[in-house]
């Protein structure tokens, strides 16, 4: 077993982490408060490639591994979970989907322009209610011949005002449940097309956020990917992956707080001394770096399952579900180490508090989670 990071892999996680604490740091508080989007960072990170990190250089991508994204993934995280999810999103759910189970045209079209940046996607699956039980859609995407009727709305998505290019599940065959359920291409500006409002969150704060309304949207049949059905496939496939994503997103909040509470803890003094001289404090450090530690070799496993052409829907599943546990414990502790400074915008770690309890929800709760894990377990 070899435990080893390759050289470019390094160089990339450096590079992330540069970026990260010259970039993203200065104004991640202000963007946090009036919910701004970190819209220059993002366009600076699609000219850095990490929009399009494992995107083929035959379409605009860097071509690198699931381990250098995960690696990057966890030093954007550790400042700024909000630029962090627009990269997963971005990345592991529209590029990935497009690149794998696009048309030649749609790559051609699409994955140069998503891959540098230079427009964000976003996926659209979850509705009012049909977050968690994914097959029942109540969008229509309903077949007439050369193209489809597409109506209904979407809701909690991601990049929902900022992006150009929107991946969106519906059903056109009813009778058929998830047999009959599309992924169509649409596109901001299409007639019909309508971008609700803002939603106003409790972390992620500077994540663009929306409901999408569709009212006789009519799409094209090239805009269709896959074929006729394929839709909740793509979708299941699309979010193994996208789960490794956000288990990395969640590893690197925990890291990023528990970088800053050891800090602290070494130059706030009580009762005569620094408080990591107190067990009390040194033995939470102790719990929070074994945690992170365990839940960073999840990561790492499931991302080299994905590389090396293992299946990744369990080991993706256990790590965002470990991953996002442990990001909500560390981040708390963090707090607590902080004490009254901790509840604090300036100190971070509410921020970090916060935009940890998010890796439990998107792309499967830690229930569903649960779902794929023993349904893995228990098959044949
Ligand atoms: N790969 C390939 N196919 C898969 C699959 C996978 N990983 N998982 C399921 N499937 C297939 C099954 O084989 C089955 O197909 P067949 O009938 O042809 O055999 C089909 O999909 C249906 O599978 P299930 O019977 O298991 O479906 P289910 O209704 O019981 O649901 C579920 C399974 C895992 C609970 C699923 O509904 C699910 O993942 N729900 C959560 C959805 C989710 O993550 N939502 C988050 C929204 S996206 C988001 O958050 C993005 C963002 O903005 C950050």
Not at 211 to 216: A, T, W, Y
Not at 307 to 325: E, H, P, T, V
Not at 362 to 379: A, M, P
Request: net charge negative.
């Amino acid at each position: 077993m070899d435990f080893t990071f390759t050289e470019e892999q390094l160089m990339i996680r450096d590079a992330a982490r540069d970026f990260a604490r010259n970039e993203l740091l200065p104004g991640v508080i202000e963007r946090d408060e009036k919910q701004k989007f970190p819209a220059e960072q993002i366009r600076k990170m699609g000219e850095l490639g990490f929009l399009g990190m494992m995107v083929s250089p035959d379409y605009g991508g860097s071509g690198l591994d699931t381990v250098s994204y995960v690696l990057a993934m966890e030093e954007i995280s550790k400042i700024d979970a909000s630029a962090s999810v627009v990269m997963s999103v971005n990345n592991s759910l529209v590029c990935w989907g497009l690149e794998h189970y696009g048309t030649e045209e749609q790559k051609q079209k699409y994955l140069p322009r998503l891959a540098k940046g230079e427009i964000l996607g976003a996926f659209c699956l979850s509705e009012p209610e049909a977050g968690s039980d994914a097959t029942s859609q109540k969008t229509t995407a309903i077949d007439k011949g050369d193209y489809y009727i597409l109506n209904g709305t979407k809701n909690w998505i991601t990049n929902g005002g900022t992006a150009s290019i929107y991946l969106v599940i519906a059903q056109t065959d009813a009778g058929k449940k998830h047999h009959g359920i599309n992924v169509l291409i649409v596109e901001k500006g299409m007639e019909g097309f309508e971008i609700g409002p803002k939603e106003q969150k409790l972390g992620i704060r500077g994540s663009d956020t929306h409901s999408l309304i569709f009212n006789d949207v009519k799409v094209p049949k090239e805009n269709r990917i896959g074929e006729d059905g394929f839709g909740f496939k793509f979708a299941m496939k699309t979010l193994a992956g996208g789960r490794i994503g956000i288990a990395s997103q969640a590893l690197g909040i925990a890291s990023g707080a528990y970088e800053l509470a050891r800090a602290y803890s070494k130059v706030r003094k009580a009762f005569g001394t620094e408080i990591c001289n107190h067990q009390a404090i040194a033995f939470k450090l102790a719990d929070m770096y074994t945690q992170i530690e365990a839940a960073r070799h999840m990561v790492l496993k499931a991302a080299w399952d994905k590389d090396n052409g293992k299946d990744y829907d369990l080991s993706g599943a256990m790590a965002k579900l470990y991953a996002s546990q442990v990001a909500m414990d560390t981040t708390i502790e963090a707090v607590q180490i902080h004490g009254g400074n901790g509840y604090v915008k300036e100190y971070h770690v509410e921020r970090l508090m916060r935009d940890a309890k998010i890796t439990q929800i998107y792309e499967g709760t830690s229930e569903i989670q649960k779902i794929v894990i023993s349904r893995s377990l228990l098959k044949d």
